[in-house]
């Protein structure tokens, strides 16, 4: 099984992984002994839609005597074309995700061994060296910024209910999974179809599952009431928040159909940042949407700068046919488009290593994900995160077993990367 994209696309992988075995079927990690192998494609950008080809190419010529399963936004959004790609046996839009295992059971002839669904089996994600399970909760979105297909290829909102979330959290953890990573399209709406909040969500999960950690992905800033923050007085609900900004300049914000401006961002930041220590803001920043000059340039690099960000996701405009922003005029040149890259890139370099200097010193619960060699340290080290969501190296005692630990560590410098703190295990 191979998946592309955002955490949901992998939220929906690992469910469908417990599905096909729950059918008696035997998961793979070699291509070449697969009978069946399932693509979970993108198609939030051009680039996406290319390695989403890609993905299925390489799998039809490394086995082309496996069925293959083609699905996800690509598939949705261009379900003929997906159909006549080289080898594909069955495209199956995103509107029938839901019954993807159901459907490809009865369309395909799979071999299945039904004492394996009887049998206890390690976690799909442990197997795979995974520590953190990302858990669909809604799909879909009401809103159309114009520069997103993703509303076009995922559909109306629909919110799975609570007490299913809780059940699946409940599971994976007994399974020996530590960290839960909510998900959705736009989850700041969850609920909104059935009647309730995605704080309530929270809430409930942090009453009803013992978990100990659980993370939010992306939410659009305008979804966070006041009493979303009251979550965080748990320390099992992580300090960190994905918030998209995308452009710090209110003109192209209005041209992008963003409901929040720089100002209205700003103040959601500071007050984050007051109301919970260390608290850790990513967020993403599309570069060269059409109409973007170098004014509004100025004014969102000066702004993204101002604020101060823990990482950037930094994407340069791809149209999209089917959105809004496709026909705009105003196209940014490519190479006006790759000088702003860099140099955003350079700031979000700088603004990762002041984030990384500020933690310096502290003492933080890390959940170890799995090892690798560090030539920082002259040998293998653990790797993991803190709750804000800093990766953390800390150095391997000889015959010492960290994977999916949870360990205090106490955080004393930099990597030669720029990127990762190091640190000793207390």
Same mark, same amino acid.
């Given at each position: 099984?191979?998946?592309?994209? $955002?955490?949901?696309?992998? &939220?929906?992988? *690992?469910?469908? /992984? %417990?599905?096909?075995? @729950?059918?008696?079927?035997?998961?793979? !990690?070699?291509?070449?002994?697969?009978?069946?192998?399932?693509?979970?494609?993108?198609?939030?950008?051009?680039?996406?839609?290319?390695?989403?080809?890609?993905?299925?190419?390489?799998?039809?010529?490394?086995?082309?005597?496996?069925?293959?399963?083609?699905?996800?936004?690509?598939?949705?959004?261009?379900?003929?074309?997906?159909?006549?790609?080289?080898?594909?046996?069955?495209?199956?839009?995103?509107?029938?995700?839901?019954?993807?295992?159901?459907?490809?059971?009865?369309?395909?002839?799979?071999?299945?061994?039904?004492?394996?669904?009887?049998?206890?089996?390690?976690?799909?994600?442990?197997?795979?060296?995974?520590?953190?399970?990302?858990?669909?909760?809604?799909?879909?979105?009401?809103?159309?910024?114009?520069? $997103?297909?993703?509303?076009? &290829?995922?559909? *109306?909102?629909? /919110? %799975?209910?609570?007490? @299913?979330?809780?059940?699946?959290?409940? !599971?994976?953890?007994?399974?020996?999974?530590?960290?839960?990573?909510?998900?959705?399209?736009?989850?700041?709406?969850?609920?909104?179809?059935?009647?309730?909040?995605?704080?309530?969500?929270?809430?409930?999960?942090?009453?009803?599952?013992?978990?100990?950690?659980?993370?939010?992905?992306?939410?659009?800033?305008?979804?966070?009431?006041?009493?979303?923050?009251?979550?965080?007085?748990?320390?099992?609900?992580?300090?960190?928040?994905?918030?998209?900004?995308?452009?710090?300049?209110?003109?192209?914000?209005?041209?992008?159909?963003?409901?929040?401006?720089?100002?209205?961002?700003?103040?959601?930041?500071?007050?984050?940042?007051?109301?919970?220590?260390?608290?850790?803001?990513?967020?993403?920043?599309?570069?060269?949407?059409?109409?973007?000059?170098?004014?509004?340039?100025?004014?969102?690099?000066?702004?993204?700068?101002?604020?101060?960000?823990?990482?950037?996701?930094?994407?340069?405009?791809?149209?999209?046919?089917?959105?809004?922003?496709?026909?705009?005029?105003?196209?940014?040149?490519?190479?006006?488009?790759?000088?702003?890259?860099?140099?955003?890139?350079?700031?979000?370099?700088?603004?990762?290593?002041?984030?990384?200097?500020?933690?310096?010193?502290?003492?933080?619960?890390?959940?170890?994900?799995?090892?690798?060699?560090?030539?920082?340290?002259?040998?293998?080290?653990?790797?993991?995160?803190?709750?804000?969501?800093?990766?953390?190296?800390?150095?391997?005692?000889?015959?010492?077993?960290?994977?999916?630990?949870?360990?205090?560590?106490?955080?004393?410098?930099?990597?030669?990367?720029?990127?990762?703190?190091?640190?000793?295990?207390?």
């Amino acid at each position: 099984m191979k998946t592309l994209g $955002c955490r949901l696309n992998e &939220a929906e992988l *690992e469910t469908w /992984s %417990r599905e096909f075995q @729950e059918h008696g079927h035997q998961l793979t !990690q070699v291509l070449e002994q697969a009978d069946m192998v399932v693509v979970n494609s993108c198609a939030v950008t051009a680039e996406a839609v290319r390695k989403s080809r890609k993905a299925m190419h390489r799998a039809h010529n490394r086995n082309p005597e496996a069925k293959l399963v083609v699905t996800g936004c690509y598939a949705s959004l261009d379900p003929t074309s997906a159909a006549h790609d080289m080898g594909v046996d069955l495209v199956i839009g995103n509107q029938d995700k839901e019954r993807l295992v159901e459907i490809v059971s009865r369309e395909l002839e799979l071999k299945s061994m039904p004492q394996l669904a009887t049998e206890p089996g390690v976690n799909s994600l442990l197997a795979r060296g995974r520590q953190r399970a990302f858990v669909k909760v809604q799909d879909g979105c009401r809103y159309n910024c114009t520069f $997103c297909i993703v509303t076009v &290829a995922r559909g *109306e909102e629909r /919110s %799975r209910p609570i007490t @299913e979330v809780v059940d699946e959290i409940n !599971q994976l953890h007994d399974e020996g999974i530590q960290e839960a990573v909510l998900t959705g399209v736009h989850i700041g709406g969850y609920g909104n179809d059935l009647g309730s909040t995605l704080t309530e969500l929270i809430q409930t999960l942090l009453e009803q599952t013992s978990i100990p950690r659980l993370r939010i992905g992306a939410i659009e800033p305008w979804d966070l009431p006041e009493e979303f923050w009251n979550l965080f007085d748990n320390p099992r609900f992580m300090p960190h928040l994905h918030l998209p900004l995308q452009s710090g300049s209110d003109s192209i914000l209005r041209r992008m159909a963003r409901r929040c401006k720089r100002d209205e961002y700003a103040q959601l930041v500071a007050n984050a940042r007051a109301r919970v220590p260390n608290f850790n803001i990513t967020t993403d920043i599309i570069v060269g949407f059409p109409g973007e000059g170098e004014q509004e340039w100025q004014e969102s690099i000066e702004f993204i700068r101002q604020t101060g960000f823990g990482h950037l996701h930094i994407f340069t405009f791809s149209p999209r046919t089917g959105t809004m922003a496709a026909e705009m005029p105003g196209r940014v040149d490519r190479d006006t488009m790759r000088r702003r890259s860099q140099e955003l890139h350079e700031l979000g370099m700088q603004m990762k290593r002041d984030t990384l200097q500020q933690n310096l010193g502290h003492s933080y619960e890390v959940l170890i994900e799995g090892k690798e060699e560090c030539s920082d340290h002259g040998g293998p080290v653990g790797v993991g995160y803190t709750p804000n969501f800093l990766r953390v190296k800390v150095p391997y005692a000889a015959g010492e077993v960290l994977d999916n630990r949870i360990v205090t560590v106490r955080l004393d410098a930099i990597g030669n990367d720029g990127t990762t703190l190091s640190g000793k295990i207390l």
